[in-house]
């Protein structure tokens, strides 16, 4: 198993251009998210998905995209850089909720990400 | 508004010592309680979880302390290490249907470990 896996590592972007953050993994898991960590902010949720076909909104969702096709994978897409986007983006995964049991999040190795 | 608050921001511990960080939530809708650890260029990992039906739960050298009455939670490191030192974050959740778990992060505390 290769877990969570996330491309590219690290990017720099210019103000205005779009691009994806890649996030796959092969655990089967039902439940999936992005997370934004910046310095002395902790990990804030920008947007998340319990499903194929099912995304919604997290604490930080502006400017940002999402969609899950396939269980697989869930891409994030930042339409029009800024340079508030500069941050390490982590995508998570975990098994669908089961009621009295909390299933562990895995986390990628993470996207540097850099907004000129 | 900050959910989960946790103190402190960066804590220096020698060898052999405890290391001791503290978490208050302010939801009580919250129902689960994870520390996240951190090593630099990694993502977090999963290091130990408590539910708030106990008070108490040790794994090895690390330890949770609850206190579901005054909403405070907190991880103790026995005899730490210097490969302990890393970032850790505490977080808390509640399960809002649908197999949605959302983890409210606290901001971290950066452990130093110093031989």
């Known amino acids: 198993n290769a877990g969570v896996t996330q491309t590219p590592k690290f990017q720099v972007l210019k103000t205005g251009q779009s691009m994806t953050l890649q996030c796959a993994q092969d655990m089967n898991h039902e439940y999936m998210s992005w997370y934004r960590q910046d310095p002395g902010m902790g990990l804030r949720l920008i947007h998340y998905s319990v499903g194929a076909g099912i995304t919604d909104q997290g604490e930080v969702p502006n400017g940002y995209n999402v969609s899950r096709s396939t269980t697989e994978d869930f891409p994030l897409r930042l339409l029009s850089a800024a340079p508030s986007q500069t941050s390490v983006y982590f995508c998570?995964?975990?098994?669908?909720?089961?009621?009295?049991?909390?299933?562990?999040?895995?986390f990628g190795p993470g996207t540097r990400l850099t907004v000129t | 508004q900050q959910q989960v608050k946790q103190s402190p921001q960066s804590l220096i511990v020698q060898k052999g010592g405890i290391s001791i960080i503290n978490c208050a939530y302010e939801n009580t809708a919250f129902d689960y309680f994870p520390w996240y650890q951190q090593f630099p260029g990694k993502g977090p990992a999963l290091l130990i979880a408590?539910?708030?039906?106990?008070s108490e739960k040790k794994e090895g050298r690390f330890t949770i302390s609850f206190n579901k009455s005054a909403k405070q939670f907190s991880l103790h490191i026995m005899d730490s290490q210097p490969g302990d030192s890393a970032t850790y974050f505490c977080a808390a959740s509640s399960y809002s249907g649908a197999g949605s778990y959302q983890l409210t992060f606290g901001k971290g505390t950066k452990l130093s470990v110093i031989p």
């Open positions: 998570a995964s975990s098994a669908g909720g089961v009621w009295g049991g909390f299933p562990e999040q895995y």
């Open positions: 408590i539910r708030p039906d106990v």
